[in-house]
């Protein structure tokens, strides 16, 4: 069993910067693959980034979103510069032990609550 519990989220102005963290229990975090989805008001939960050694990002967000981890505290990061109105949504940490279909909401066995990101125009 993980349990992953997210912060950093807020309301900023477009153009700005903002990181997540979510942070994991258990012993085995470096064997997990994380990602990170959204769901805006409205719309479906969309997938944004995954890790396991190297990134994997949606399209959307490539070279304005960065995601890590630091397998010491048992945490992953979503560094998100440059943001988009259109990036305003609750963002959702997922841990998935297969490391496969990254993108794929359903292939995540654990989820965070979320965090909120709201980006002003």
């Known amino acids: 069993q993980v349990q992953l519990v997210e912060s950093g989220g807020g309301l900023v102005q477009a153009g700005g910067s903002l990181r997540l963290s979510c942070a994991a229990s258990?012993?085995?975090?470096?064997?997990?693959?994380m990602g990170w989805f959204r769901q805006a008001p409205g719309k479906e939960r969309e997938f944004v980034a995954a890790i396991w050694w190297s990134g994997t990002y949606a399209d959307s967000v490539k070279d304005r979103f960065t995601i890590s981890r630091d397998n010491a505290k048992n945490t992953v990061y979503l560094q998100m510069n440059n943001l988009k109105p259109g990036d305003t949504a609750v963002y959702y940490c997922?841990?998935?032990?297969?490391?496969?279909?990254?993108?794929?909401?359903?292939?995540?066995?654990?989820w965070g609550q979320g965090t909120e990101v709201i980006v002003s125009s």
């Open positions: 258990g012993r085995t975090f470096s064997s997990y693959t």
């Open positions: 997922a841990a998935q032990r297969r490391g496969s279909s990254l993108t794929i909401s359903d292939a995540y066995d654990y």
